[in-house]
């Protein structure tokens, strides 16, 4: 997506260890223009698929949840980081290793609100690893969820992720793939 892709190159910040700081546009400022462009851009892909739920995880993913789900007109929910109280067993968790902060933690979601009636659209605003995905999917599976896709607004195509994610068959649309950055720049791969 072209205008991602810019506004990367405009207001990117590479930082050590990998990381790619984008906190003016997408998950600190929010550029809301530009995320409902993001969210039409997830529907023209996967607007044919069945979707009744996006799934995403705390915090950065919901905003971009959110402004998808005006175009698809179906429910968001995201899985929670803090720990939640599991007394009555009624969530779904799954163990996460971050990739920004190193620690490993626990996700939770509510076991009302995902079921074998669902097909998912789960959307992040990075994947690197595929740490954070696969605790999603993980959740999904424990639902008996269907995954109808995977959205993801920067991939880092130099991490395995997504390359896993896509031999695994899923459906995986990242809007823009940086194949390699460093503090002289950001190389972009062709879609
Ligand atoms: P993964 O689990 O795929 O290794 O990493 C994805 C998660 O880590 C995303 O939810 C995102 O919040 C965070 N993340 C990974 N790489 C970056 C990065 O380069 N920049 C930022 N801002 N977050 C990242």
Do not use: W
């Not at 997506?1 to 998950?27: A, S, T, Y």
């Not at 929010?30 to 799934?55: A, M, P, Q, T, W």
């Amino acid at each position: 997506m072209k205008l991602l892709e810019d506004r990367i190159l405009q207001e990117g910040q590479v930082r050590p260890g990998n990381i790619l700081k984008v906190d003016c546009f997408l998950n600190h400022q929010l550029d809301v223009e530009l995320l409902s462009k993001i969210g039409e851009e997830f529907y023209r892909i996967f607007k044919d698929d069945g979707i009744n739920k996006i799934l995403t995880i705390e915090a950065s993913g919901i905003a971009i949840a959110c402004m998808t789900a005006q175009y698809f007109k179906v429910p968001v929910v995201f899985a929670k980081k803090a720990k939640s109280k599991n007394i009555d067993g009624d969530v779904f968790t799954s163990k996460v290793q971050s990739f920004t902060y190193g620690k490993e933690y626990d996700i939770t979601l509510a076991k009302k609100f995902l079921s074998p009636a669902d097909k998912v659209l789960v959307l992040d605003d990075f994947l690197a690893n595929g740490k954070a995905m696969k605790g999603l999917l993980d959740v999904c599976e424990q639902a008996g969820a269907q995954v109808g896709g995977i959205g993801i607004c920067i991939e880092k195509g130099f991490q395995p992720g997504g390359a896993e994610l896509r031999a695994a068959g899923y459906k995986l649309a990242s809007l823009a793939i940086v194949d390699s950055m460093s503090d002289d720049g950001l190389t972009f791969r062709k879609q």
